[in-house]
């Protein structure tokens, strides 16, 4: 098959995907964002003969505009501008997940300092207020008191963009200085990790260290659930133990049976290089091996490119 590769940079989990297609011989079309056109009227010859699409931008409006694009232009691409859209948006993405009925943590929205003063004294002490546009951790603030909350807010306030005067509020869960990342491929697990620190955030991007997790039958129908409701894809699950565990199956990597767990995001441009280097399932080709089952899904429901 064809793939088009859609980036703004080659990272490490780029060159694994890259890697991945090469020694099997499929064709692969890398697309530079930064440099790319998107007509309204005719499709970019770049497109022209591609089986699928891979966007992995990093820009989140670059994502959502290139993916509606190419929707537009009748090209299968992973994930769909729908998901994206979605997940981008952390307000789109809990709506989708209480809709679905999925556990996620409890959240208010409001649009006035005054108003998410209140929001937050709802919840009390600690509470946690989050951008609704952002990832890796950044702008995330864990708020302790109603002197941090003022100060936040006033300045969230004046920061200037819009989104910045949204102000998504969230409890605080009291994880067990851990959280739960799951690759899926339209809700069927690839593989886990547990992601620890002494910090209250636990992004492996923030430096937490990694372990294997084994998904129990919750997480997986969680999981499942998860990804049915934001559109399906390859996405990255990220879920919190609700309670902490006193054991485990295996140095700490995997809860109990019958663990509760809440969904709090769900990501359409995941990153997975610190996911291949804690398990041993070989992620890149996993994610191919999908890959080559979505193009040949597309094929057979007779989908072409709009010349």
Request: proline share 3%; aromatic share 6%; net charge negative.
């Amino acid at each position: 098959m064809k793939v088009g590769i859609l980036y703004s940079r080659i990272r490490k989990d780029e060159k694994l995907l890259l890697n991945e297609l090469r020694e099997r011989d499929h064709e692969v079309e890398k697309i530079d964002v930064r440099k790319q056109e998107f007509d309204v009227g005719e499709v970019p010859e770049e497109f022209s003969e591609v089986d699928v699409v891979v966007d992995r931008c990093l820009a989140t409006s670059r994502s959502l505009y290139a993916t509606k694009f190419l929707e537009a232009y009748g090209v299968p691409v992973i994930n769909s501008h729908e998901t994206a859209e979605i997940c981008a948006d952390k307000v789109k993405n809990s709506l989708a997940l209480e809709e679905a009925g999925v556990p996620t943590p409890a959240t208010k929205v409001a649009f006035t300092k005054e108003t998410a003063m209140d929001a937050i004294e709802s919840f009390g002490y600690p509470c946690v207020l989050k951008p609704v546009v952002g990832s890796w951790g950044r702008l995330m603030a864990k708020i302790d008191s109603p002197d941090a909350a003022e100060a936040i807010l006033e300045h969230k306030a004046t920061l200037g963009h819009y989104e910045h005067k949204v102000f998504y509020v969230q409890e605080f869960v009291e994880k067990p200085g851990r959280d739960i990342r799951v690759l899926a491929a339209d809700g069927e697990p690839i593989a886990g990790m547990v992601r620890s620190s002494d910090h209250w955030i636990t992004n492996a991007a923030k430096g937490a260290e990694t372990d294997v997790f084994e998904p129990d039958d919750e997480a997986r129908k969680l999981v499942a659930q998860a990804s049915d409701a934001v559109g399906g894809g390859l996405l990255g699950i990220d879920l919190m133990e609700t309670e902490d565990v006193s054991e485990s199956h295996s140095e700490g990597s995997q809860t109990e049976s019958g663990q509760r767990y809440t969904v709090h995001e769900v990501n359409h441009t995941v990153e997975f290089k610190a996911l291949d280097g804690a398990v041993d399932t070989d992620v890149a080709a996993t994610v191919v091996d999908w890959l080559e089952t979505k193009a040949v899904d597309a094929a057979d429901e007779g989908l072409e490119v709009t010349h």
